[in-house]
């Protein structure tokens, strides 16, 4: 299902809101479905992705890994509260080959492995002086900060974006570690390079969609391996035309969710709770009606150990 086949019934729902209104309420209705039920199916994905220097960044459809597995054997998840666990292996992790772990949101998918430079190199000249502000940490791990003329300190430094004649950062301001990117909207893809003061060698660190203001992509830590393989849950992103996708599988149970988006507005929380309930139950049986009937099977792991990490650290082989 597309905007397009369900947008009258949103016009009747929301009523005489301009489009960009109506495209933001049908986002909220989407978000309300798809926080009740991480599982369903339009909202599970599958990639396989290879591992660099121990880490996975996911692409930006990805909103959470629910199961991995590490050059084809499955593995244990732990959150990112365990490096904290009394129990556990603390920052420094641990060797065991059959874990990942969640590392929270990154900016860049790959990172800097010496202080540089920071360059945007653009698709179109259309995209030239628009904003690409980077924040984080110098070589002196001091927070990134841009004086102007007038001694007034902004947080974070711009990058050049010029088409014809790309620049990059001061050599005075070397980049270690970027924390966050806020960017302008472009007419096409930017990418973003980190360049080696030494060698002059420029590494890949970012590409960015065009409607991408401020990145950020699932990270995950893998201690040995080569490849993931993945089942995860899907990001909802904001609807802008008619042809984007509405990941939902009953038409209902989205008209109704949009009649329960109208009555939260309203202040009509009693309605608005049971208009979503009824659309959840709706989604629900049709999920019901598609699946296979292989059941949630209790998971055994039948693997023998001698990794003292396991045996520290309670594992259940």
């Not at 792991?301 to 001698?306: E, R, V």
Request: with cysteine; proline share 6%.
């Amino acid at each position: 299902m597309i905007v397009s086949d369900i947008y009258e019934d949103a016009r009747d729902a929301f009523g005489k809101c301009d489009q960009a209104m109506i495209f933001r309420r049908m986002g909220d209705a989407i978000n309300l479905l798809a926080n009740k039920n991480p599982a369903w199916n339009p909202l599970i994905g599958y990639l396989e992705a290879c591992v660099c220097n121990e880490c996975v960044a996911l692409p930006r459809d990805v909103k959470t890994p629910l199961t991995v597995a590490i050059c084809d054997n499955p593995a244990f998840p732990r959150d990112r509260w365990f490096e904290f666990h009394i129990n556990g292996p603390g920052p420094a992790g641990c060797t065991s080959k059959w874990f990942w772990d969640d590392r929270g949101e990154v900016p860049i998918f790959r990172e800097i492995t010496t202080p540089s430079r920071i360059q945007a190199i653009l698709q179109t000249a259309q995209d030239d002086g628009k904003s690409l502000r980077i924040y984080g940490f110098d070589a002196n791990d001091r927070e990134l900060y841009t004086i102007d003329s007038s001694g007034v300190a902004t947080e974070g430094i711009l990058v050049p974006m010029n088409f014809a004649s790309p620049q990059a950062t001061p050599s005075s301001t070397l980049i270690k570690r970027i924390t966050r990117i806020r960017r302008a909207e472009t007419a096409n893809f930017v990418q973003l390079f980190a360049i080696d003061p030494a060698t002059s060698l420029s590494t890949l660190i970012g590409y960015y969609y065009p409607d991408e203001i401020e990145p950020r992509y699932r990270r995950i830590r893998v201690k040995s391996g080569t490849t993931v393989k993945m089942m995860y849950r899907r990001n909802t992103r904001d609807i802008r035309t008619m042809n984007d996708y509405v990941p939902i599988d009953s038409r209902m149970a989205m008209i109704i969710a949009m009649k329960s988006v109208r009555e939260y507005l309203h202040g009509n929380n009693v309605t608005a709770e049971q208009l979503s309930a009824q659309a959840t139950n709706l989604l629900n049986d049709e999920q019901g009606s598609q699946e296979i009937g292989s059941g949630d099977l209790p998971q055994i792991n039948m693997y023998a150990t001698t990794n003292a990490d396991d045996r520290m650290y309670g594992r259940r082989f």
